[in-house]
């Protein structure tokens, strides 16, 4: 059997060698011889797939601290409201603006006794002061009481049933016919009453 054998010299990595054997006329192709240096291998490893999975997002709970603040319930107390104290309105039927006491009305020669507004007493029948002496007007106060009072000042002239509400001035029984010297004169029964209904500190109040 002859074998012709062809060799081709390979240089690179691209050149290709064939060696031809006629055996019955059959040819059988032979691989070509690797160069030297070069892989025998020439099959590419098949890449490599990664498969990445994102991670599930993130969830951040945020969990309230608890609440340390008390809560607190004002309860209002019930106000109670000041009941109203109705002043009692000056009697129209006497000249004075006050409501208790004694009014004196110099003009008309009368006198009355009040007392929550109401006359309780009045009008009586007065002599006030004469020219000279006259009695004092405005609003007053009883100073004193002196059942049987000595006017020093008159040679010890007797002034029953006195009630001071000036220095020097005073209800107390008197004539009613004569002026007095700035007192305030009155009947006997009168001035026992002025001396029995008023008090230290009422209102005396005295009107031209």
């Not at 319930?73 to 004075?96: F, G, I, L, R």
């Not at 004569?178 to 005396?204: M, R």
């Amino acid at each position: 059997m002859r074998v012709n054998k062809i060799w081709l010299a390979v240089t690179g990595t691209a050149a290709a060698a064939a060696l031809v054997a006629c055996s019955g006329g059959t040819t059988t192709a032979v691989q070509p011889l690797a160069a030297a240096g070069t892989p025998t291998s020439t099959s590419t490893p098949a890449p490599t797939t990664t498969t990445t999975t994102a991670p599930p997002p993130s969830t951040t709970t945020t969990t309230a601290p608890p609440s340390t603040s008390k809560s607190t319930t004002t309860t209002k107390k019930p106000t109670s409201t000041p009941k109203k104290t109705t002043q009692p309105a000056a009697n129209p039927s006497v000249p004075c603006s006050i409501t208790e006491g004694a009014c004196v009305d110099i003009s008309a020669k009368k006198a009355w006794l009040l007392s929550g507004g109401k006359v309780i007493y009045g009008p009586v029948s007065i002599t006030t002061g004469r020219k000279g002496y006259p009695t004092p007007t405005g609003t007053f106060h009883v100073l004193y009481k002196e059942k049987m009072h000595l006017s020093k000042e008159f040679d010890d002239a007797p002034m029953p049933n006195s009630v001071f509400f000036y220095p020097g001035d005073a209800f107390h029984q008197g004539s009613l016919s004569a002026p007095s010297h700035g007192c305030v004169h009155l009947s006997s029964a009168s001035s026992l009453k002025f001396f029995s209904t008023l008090s230290v500190g009422d209102p005396v109040q005295v009107v031209p």
